[in-house]
């Protein structure tokens, strides 16, 4: 399925004759590095999302919209919070954790989702976000993220010895 996209002026999103294609969730939210909250990026994520501009948290709709532009949005679900979002791919059977969540046998790939919590917890995931990179022999991932420090923008921490990064959410 290709969705028709609305280019209000001042989005980040390549417009190409009203069909948009990404490859993977990376490269859509990638295309908008950058955008502050609220400009006309984050604007236009909440009003698809909420119906209107809301000024709410805006990791996990973040995650959704670019998710409906890379054809994903089946896989990872219609959120607003970390959790359910987390909780929808369990429920699917397309969820891993990390080495230190109790699991480690996945190897996460560019485009997979990344379930993080500051309280260190699996029951309380705080961010999400999307692989960019992953080095597993290092144990580096690259990870880029709606509302982070209020932007979309790139993080790098390590998966084998940051308690952060809790789970994978497992895209085809």
């Given at each position: ?32 590095l950058g955008a ?22 805006w990791c996990a ?75 597993a022999h290092t ?34």
């Open positions: 399925m290709k969705y028709l996209i609305d280019t209000d002026a001042g989005t980040c999103v390549p417009y190409t004759g009203g069909v948009l294609t990404f490859n993977n969730i990376a490269d859509a939210m990638e295309s908008c502050k909250e609220w400009d006309e990026t984050v604007k236009k994520i909440q009003k698809w999302f909420y119906g209107s501009f809301v000024k709410a948290a709709t973040g995650v959704s919209y670019f998710s409906m532009l890379a054809h994903k949005l089946t896989q990872t679900g219609q959120y607003e919070n970390v959790d359910s979002m987390k909780e929808y791919m369990d429920s699917r059977g397309m969820l891993d954790c990390t080495k230190n969540y109790g699991g480690g046998a996945y190897i996460p790939k560019r485009g997979d989702i990344v379930f993080m919590s500051n309280k260190y917890s699996y029951l309380d995931c705080t961010h999400v976000g999307v692989v960019s990179e992953i080095d144990g580096k991932v690259v990870v880029v993220s709606c509302n982070c420090d209020n932007m979309i923008k790139k993080k790098t921490y390590n998966y084998l010895t940051d308690k952060y990064v809790v789970a994978w959410g497992r895209i085809d």
